[in-house]
């Protein structure tokens, strides 16, 4: 069964420092997207792909976080400079507008600790 | 803003008895709920789902009901067994052709005791 890769899956960096993320969608899964999950609460939506373009970065924190998916599949989200606030766990989950269920299939997602 | 309320945070049933967490939901555009099993380090897991033009769905055990005009679902386990320990996220998705917003809820760590 196909599923979504994330890597990598745990990153500890010092805080002020550059850290990025990767995710690839499952094949032909044209939505893509970023969540943030801190400690004991629920996925927050940080940006939307829909094929290359951002549909929805309105919670991207963007003097420090960007992503980008170049070509509509794989995907990058950046955070530079890291700040401890953004220890958590970074999920990535893609969706087919195809599929009449709609299902959000989820990474394993990357465990980010800044120290 | 639009948010979704989750309620209780934390639930404990003894083996063999049901469970039901309760959400609620404002934006009333909202027309797909999924409801998902997420255990420690894992990725959520979704487990069943319901559109807004149904009442009821259930799968075996499992079980979601969908109030529109009160804008608020339920998730039930019949049953419960100690693998069903985990955290349950409910969210609210609308969902239209050029649109694709979802919202989870803050999430219910449910422990069923042997």
């Known amino acids: 069964e196909a599923e979504v890769a994330q890597s990598p899956r745990y990153k500890i960096t010092e805080k002020s420092q550059a850290v990025a993320f990767w995710c690839d969608p499952i094949s032909g899964h044209a939505t893509l997207y970023w969540y943030r999950q801190i400690l004991g609460q629920g996925p927050e939506l940080l940006v939307q792909?829909?094929?290359?373009?951002?549909?929805?970065d309105s919670q991207l924190p963007k003097d420090r976080f960007s992503a980008e998916r170049l070509k509509g599949v794989d995907s990058t989200l950046k955070i530079q400079p890291a700040e401890l606030g953004d220890s958590a766990m970074y999920l990535c989950?893609?969706?087919?507008?195809?599929?009449?269920?709609?299902?959000?299939?989820f990474g394993p997602g990357t465990r980010l600790t800044v120290t | 803003g639009e948010n979704v309320e989750q309620h209780p945070s934390t639930l404990s049933v003894q083996e063999g008895d049901s469970a039901v967490i309760k959400c609620t939901y404002s934006?009333?555009?909202?027309?797909?709920f999924p409801w998902y099993k997420q255990e420690l380090g894992k990725r959520p897991q979704l487990i069943i789902d319901?559109?807004?033009?149904?009442g009821e769905k259930k799968d075996q055990r499992i079980a979601v009901t969908l109030n529109k005009t009160a804008k608020h679902f339920s998730l039930h386990i019949t049953e419960t067994q100690p693998e069903d320990s985990a955290v349950y996220f409910c969210?609210?998705?609308?969902?239209?052709?050029?649109?694709?917003?979802?919202?989870f809820g803050p999430g219910t760590s449910l422990s069923v005791i042997p």
């Open positions: 934006d009333s555009a909202s027309n797909y």
């Open positions: 969210a609210a998705r609308k969902i239209k052709t050029s649109y694709d917003k979802v919202i």
């Open positions: 792909f829909q094929d290359e373009s951002v549909v929805d």
């Open positions: 989950a893609s969706s087919s507008p195809g599929q009449a269920l709609y299902e959000q299939y």
């Open positions: 319901i559109r807004s033009n149904v």
